[in-house]
């Protein structure tokens, strides 16, 4: 039921209410007065009648005491009225007309009293007295329908205007009513706006200062604060949308590091082909060798292309150095002779089994770069090179120009068509081997070049003409002081694999640990060096001195006991010697440590020691004492 | 002859014991109509010759309802005793009567009779149809069917008596001074 009908309601049934109640009482009231009426009319009525009466039943006057009673017509409630004289004889008696006729009987009150009821009719007694003495009893009995009729009269009367206040009523308060109700639909008109629009914009309209009109305040405060609410929340919404786009981007970008992840790992896959070839190679000619003393030799280029191969593995697989080989560089300055000389060692071999010529030309210095990515830049630029070269040879030169260091590859292979150079840099794309060569690699290792490089800031350049030659050119700022001291000269490259460059050197080795005496001197003596072992500073010395200062190479540990150092070592042989005789100094100090030596010249080893590096290190300082 | 003698002897017997039980009738109302007018006739006090005085009721001849009103001597109308007093002589009654009942016997002595009567304050009563316009005050009459009474207003004016509007209500006639 509507709050309009409920209103209605109350007023109706309030209203009826009390006037049913009043008019109750009204109506008994004029019962009740009705009746008082009729019994004191009819009480002086009575008496007049008997006083009048007196005279005439004095004097036995039939007729003049009926005619007495007969003015008794003029109330008509009045039915019968009877005089008895005193002995019960009726004298006369008056009937009404309009009623039933019916004889005078005499009414048996109660006590003194001189009025009576019964469910019809009223009863009236009074004694006719002459000089003090009753003579006569005149009773009155009247109806009491006529207080009944009025009763019902009254009633109805009552009930029609009953009916008439509640109409009047009805339609007043329809219209009244409306001062109420119509504010309370207006908020709940509202409020279903607000819902069904989702607007907290909306906003009741008071109309009145009456308890609605703080109801309509307080729901108007109420949708102030889900208003600042919703918008607090729609920001955050939006935050937190902008926060998943992020993170969908970071996926997305997450996805992109797994597919270079894979990328990378091919390339890896790649690089390490040629280590193995190397090592078929050199065990095809173990199984062609002459004598025992040439397989010895084979054995100790397998082992090598073996400690490279390990060497590969530890670094590319190391989680840092890996994550740096895709993710980001770590620059710091690299010894290009290094480089080239552990590239030389490996790819000289491939080159020669190709009948092809490895050279190496120029001054090699120190860059500003990654050592490891710059390394698989040139490996990768270099195994291409003599993949793709069938004859002549191929040339990793290194030269300054424009404030540059060019690091270049020069090939006399099948060289490049102009409308397919861009081509070369996609994953996955090989010239001229549409077949998929697993023996050419599989197509990864230029796209990955150019990202290192780019990731490098390093200039890749491509000059090519079909059928004469390619270079490949990696260009290096120069924001680093160059060594200006020496150019080293490039390791010479044996054409023949199979003699040993560092048999035959004589090689002063000291260190105070026995055993890492003894474990480098079996190394570097499968080398086919002539090693002399010193355990100490001044050992050492003696056995220069025995040697007469003629020592090829000195490999020294920094640290020798008692404060003695192999820096100090090298110093006082060279001294006595009166020549450079070249020198590694092998150390498990700081790094920070080994730079400072680096730069006073000396070439230095860190500790843990490995042999492809100890032999790349020893080739190094040997072709550098040449020039 | 005889049997008509014997009829005629019924028929006059039977008549006449109607006519004494008729009579009989009118005498209680004679009688109750004297005591009745005592009770609706009022004297001025210096009628009496006592506050308490009784009120005298004269019957002046012969009284054939004698005994029915001599049941009332002695009541009391108001606070007076009734005195009924009869007599044949005109003498003892001219001492004073506050009612005088005059029977039919001495209407022959009217014409003079109230010359006699030398005080007021009487209500005089007769029965003669006349004797209320002949300067009494009521008379009992016996007309067909019953017996009322009239009353000259003007005599019982002029003897200072006051009658009661009831009892003139139930007059048959009322005279009074034109």
């Known amino acids: 039921m509507s709050i309009h009908s409920k209103l209605l309601w109350i007023l109706l049934i309030t209203l009826s209410l009390t006037m049913l109640i009043s008019t109750a009482l009204l109506i008994f009231y004029d019962y009740n007065q009705s009746k008082q009426s009729l019994e004191s009319e009819l009480d002086v009525l009575t008496k007049v009648i008997a006083d009048r009466s007196r005279a005439a039943v004095s004097f036995k006057d039939k007729r003049a005491a009926s005619g007495n009673l007969s003015s008794l017509k003029a109330k008509q409630a009045i039915e019968q009225a009877c005089l008895f004289l005193m002995n019960d004889e009726l004298f006369v008696s008056y009937q009404n007309q309009s009623t039933d006729v019916k004889d005078c009987e005499k009414f048996q009150f109660e006590g003194n009293a001189v009025t009576a009821y019964t469910k019809d009719s009223l009863f009236f007694k009074q004694y006719v007295f002459l000089n003090k003495k009753p003579i006569a009893l005149l009773q009155l009995e009247a109806s009491l329908s006529p207080i009944y009729t009025r009763l019902w ?11 008439l206040s509640a109409l009047v009523a009805y339609l007043v308060a329809l219209r009244l009513q409306q001062y109420i109700t119509r504010p309370l639909l207006s908020l709940n008109k509202t409020a279903a706006n607000v819902t069904s629009l989702q607007d907290y914009s909306i906003r009741a309209e ?16 109420m949708l102030n604060t889900i208003h600042s609410n919703e918008i607090q929340l729609r920001e955050a919404m939006t935050e937190l949308n902008e926060k998943k786009d992020v993170s969908d981007a970071k996926a997305l970008s997450a996805e992109d590091k797994h597919a270079a992840l894979k990328e990378f790992f091919a390339g890896v896959s790649h690089d390490l082909k040629q280590p193995i070839n190397a090592m078929g190679l050199f065990m095809e000619a173990m199984k062609r060798a002459p004598n025992a003393v040439t397989q010895l030799e084979l054995m100790d280029k397998l082992e090598q292309s073996l400690i490279n191969l390990n060497q590969m593995f530890t670094d590319l697989l190391d989680k840092s150095k890996f994550e740096q080989g895709f993710q980001k560089a770590i620059k710091k300055e690299v010894s290009l002779s290094q480089i080239f000389s552990v590239i030389g060692s490996e790819f000289g071999v491939l080159a020669t089994d190709k009948n092809i010529r490895l050279l190496m030309r120029g001054h090699a210095n120190t860059v500003y770069s990654d050592s490891l990515m710059l390394e698989r830049i040139i490996r990768n630029l270099v195994s291409n090179a003599i993949r793709y070269t069938e004859k002549g040879g191929v040339l990793l030169g290194v030269r300054k120009r424009k404030g540059q260091t060019w690091i270049e590859v020069w090939d006399s292979g099948q060289g490049i068509a102009k409308e397919k150079l861009q081509d070369i840099f996609q994953a996955h794309v090989q010239l001229d081997n549409p077949n998929h060569d697993p023996a050419k690699g599989f197509g ?23 059928g004469k030659g390619t270079l490949m050119r990696v260009k290096i700022k120069n924001n680093l002081q160059v060594n200006k001291k020496k150019i080293l000269p490039m390791p010479q490259l044996q054409t023949s694999a199979l003699n040993d460059p560092l048999s035959g050197v004589v090689t002063l080795l000291v260190d105070d640990d026995e055993n890492v005496l003894d474990a480098t001197g079996i190394t570097v003596q499968g080398w086919g060096m002539d090693v002399h072992k010193a355990g100490g500073f001044q050992q050492a010395l003696d056995m220069a001195a025995s040697l007469d200062f003629k020592i090829d190479l000195m490999l020294v540990d920094y640290d020798l006991g008692n404060g003695d150092t192999g820096k100090n070592l090298v110093k006082e042989i060279r001294q006595k010697a009166e020549k450079q005789i070249p020198a590694v100094i092998i150390s498990g100090e700081a790094p920070e440590f080994l730079q400072t030596l680096a730069d006073e010249g000396f070439n230095i080893l860190r500790k843990p020691i490995k042999a492809a590096r100890l032999r790349a290190m020893i080739s190094h300082s040997l072709s550098a004492a040449d020039h | 002859m005889i049997k ?40 001025p006090d210096s009628a009496f010759t006592r506050s308490h005085g009784q009120l005298h009721m004269c019957l002046f001849g012969e009284i ?28 003892e009654i001219e001492k004073g009567c506050h009612i005088l009942f005059v029977s039919r016997d001495k209407r022959i002595e009217l014409p003079n009779f109230f010359n006699q009567i030398k005080y007021t304050y009487v209500l005089s009563i007769g029965e003669r149809k006349d004797f209320s316009a002949k300067g009494g005050i009521v008379s009992i009459v016996r007309t067909s069917d019953r017996v009322q009474f009239d009353i000259n207003l003007t005599a019982a004016m002029a003897n200072r008596l006051t009658i009661s509007s009831d009892l003139l209500s139930l007059a048959r006639k009322i005279r009074r001074l034109k």
């Open chain 1, 153 to 163: 009269r009254f009633s109805s009367v009552a009930l029609f205007v009953l009916l």
């Open chain 1, 206 to 221: 008071k109309t009145s200062n009456d308890e609605v009109g703080d109801l309509v305040e307080s729901f108007n405060s």
């Open chain 1, 444 to 466: 990864l290792g230029l796209s990955i070049v150019n990202k290192m490089i780019n990731n490098l800031g390093h200039e890749l350049e491509v000059k090519s003409e079909p």
């Open chain 2, 4 to 43: 008509r003698v014997l009829i005629l002897l019924i028929t006059l017997l039977v008549a006449k014991t109607g006519l004494v039980y008729a009579n009989q009738a009118d005498n209680h109302l004679r009688a109750l109509f004297l005591y009745n007018f005592a009770n609706y006739v009022e004297w």
């Open chain 2, 64 to 91: 054939e309802f004698l005994p029915m009103i001599s049941v009332y001597d002695g009541t009391l109308i108001g606070e007076r005793q009734l005195n009924v007093f009869q007599t044949t002589k005109l003498k």
